[in-house]
């Protein structure tokens, strides 16, 4: 996606671009399958569509017209608590009669608003140092690290706020209070949509990136991976490329963005570089390892009504998935008739080992935290599973220094410059706004 959009930034502007990848299909994570009836995602399975500028981004390549909403029920969100499924407030009234938190933990969360701003906010905060500092130990427990676990495979104490949630950082700074701020409708106003659309597409998420190739006009090499990339002493830039078709070939260009993962970078061979050992700084976000299992079952076998977007696991319930989406409820073609898809993710920073098992060890982990808590009845119909050895570049401690080596490879080396989402950021808006 980041490589596409700034592409179609490039081309837009007049430039003459070669996009090259070295997958099949474009799309990098954003891969979506159709296997026995049952459509699964193996990377995001939403876009939040939040902003006016991404709304535009989509219309403008007619994307937009093609985009489904997901299912109004999926405003319903639960956590796990004490081993039950319970729904978080979507509402002022709701957020008494919820009991995501206990009256201990709604009061000391309702005080937020008397707490008094920090004068000098800490550079680097934790989200989690500012979710406890703000809201209480329990709305860290029950909210922010839930929350984190499904966005980022992560934990609110490994991620730096200004990085992970900037806006977060403001509202306390602009309004003295997160929930003060939040009520007066937060940062950012004139580029919010009034209502945020959770979107995906007819065929999966990979809708997406196949829709906005069709808009390149320029050169697309894929099945091509690149192995080295050359500065040349007439500024210009030489990339070795190998396919199966044509063997290695060499590519000149006046300029070459980098939008490969961060853990990909060392594999490429980095030649005549200014700065060259900032590139091990690039090639260091932590990415946790995450499996994605895909379970199909017959609705009758399920005594949860699944009227929701899914649950997260707050860590302190012990459990080892971090949470299962409602894959059928939120987009209904996702599964044949009478049949219900779940996509529950494992490990993560919480349990990297379990990313490890053996297939049917990690299927049947997913089946049984699932059948306790949605009260499942016989196995799955259909299974299915993904593994991300090196899953979602975090916005952690590491964060400031890797932005520092971009700017800074860039400035020393007219022509090369770094993006991705280990730069922009991991959600697919951030990837996306890039132009
Ligand atoms: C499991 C998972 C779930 C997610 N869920 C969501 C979600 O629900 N909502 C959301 O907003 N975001 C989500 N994200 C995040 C978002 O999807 C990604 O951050 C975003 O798609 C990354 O796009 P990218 O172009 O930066 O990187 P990638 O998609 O990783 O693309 C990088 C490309 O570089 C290519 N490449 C690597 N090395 C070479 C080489 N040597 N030569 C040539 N090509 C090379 C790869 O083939 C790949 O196509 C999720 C991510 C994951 C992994």
């Known amino acids: 996606m980041s490589g596409l959009s700034h592409a179609l930034g490039r081309q837009e502007a007049g430039d003459e671009v070669t996009v090259i990848d070295r997958q099949s299909q474009v799309g990098g994570v954003l891969q979506s399958n159709k296997i026995d009836g049952y459509l699964v995602d193996y990377g995001a399975n939403t876009l939040s569509l939040r902003s ?5 981004y989509l219309k403008k390549y007619n994307i937009l017209e093609h985009a489904i909403d ?14 039950k499924i319970v729904s978080l407030p ?31 906010n800490p550079e680097d905060e934790s989200m989690g140092a500012f979710v406890k500092r703000r809201l209480g130990q329990e709305a860290l427990d029950y909210a922010a690290n839930p929350f984190i676990g499904g966005i980022y495979a992560s934990r609110p ?25 939040m009520v007066k409708g937060g940062m950012n106003q004139e580029d919010k949509l009034p209502k945020t659309r959770l979107i995906s597409f007819e065929n999966g998420m990979h809708e997406l990136p196949h829709r906005l190739a069709k808009h390149l006009q320029c050169e697309l090499l894929l099945s091509c991976n690149i192995l080295e990339v050359k500065r040349e002493s007439n500024g210009l830039w030489t990339i070795l490329v190998e396919s199966k078709e044509k063997g290695r070939v060499e590519k000149k260009f006046d300029e070459v963005i980098c ?19 900032l590139i091990h700084v690039l090639a260091e976000a932590t990415h946790p390892p995450l499996a ?44 044949p008739k009478q049949k219900a898809l779940l996509t529950s993710f494992v490990g993560g920073e919480r349990n990297p080992e ?25 196995k799955p119909e259909f299974t299915h599973l993904v593994r991300w050895p090196k899953s979602i570049p975090l916005p952690d401690h590491l964060t400031t220094k890797r932005l520092e080596a971009a700017t800074l490879l860039k400035q020393k080396n007219i022509g090369l410059s770094f993006s991705g989402s280990h730069i922009s950021g991991a959600p697919l808006p951030n990837c996306l706004s890039v132009t």
């Not at 029920?73 to 956590?79: L, N, P, Q, S, V």
């Not at 895909?294 to 699944?306: A, R, T, V």
């Open 70 to 83: 997901a299912n109004l029920e999926c405003a319903k969100r639960f956590i796990v608590k004490q081993n």
């Open 292 to 335: 994605l299992t895909f379970l199909g079952y017959k609705k009758e076998q399920i005594s949860h009504p699944l009227d929701g977007f899914g649950f997260l696991v707050p860590e302190v319930e012990k459990r080892k998935i971090l949470g299962t989406l409602f894959s059928s409820t939120l987009f209904s073609n996702r599964a």
């Open 259 to 277: 939008t490969l993962p961060s853990h990909c970078l060392p594999k490429i061979k980095w030649h005549n570089l200014d700065e060259n050992h």
């Open 90 to 120: 979507q509402g002022f009234i709701s957020f008494f009669t919820s009991s995501f938190l206990s009256i201990r933990g709604k009061l000391r969360l309702g005080m937020e608003p008397f707490l008094p701003r920090l004068k000098n």
């Open 52 to 56: 006016k500028k991404i709304a535009d």
């Open 354 to 378: 379990l990313c490890g098992l053996p297939d049917d060890d990690l299927i049947s982990l997913a089946d049984s935290e699932n059948r306790e808590l949605l009260g499942i009845q016989g």
């Open 157 to 181: 104490e490994s991620l730096i706020l200004k990085h992970a949630f900037p806006n977060l950082q403001q509202l306390e700074e602009k309004y003295g209070s997160v929930l003060k701020g």
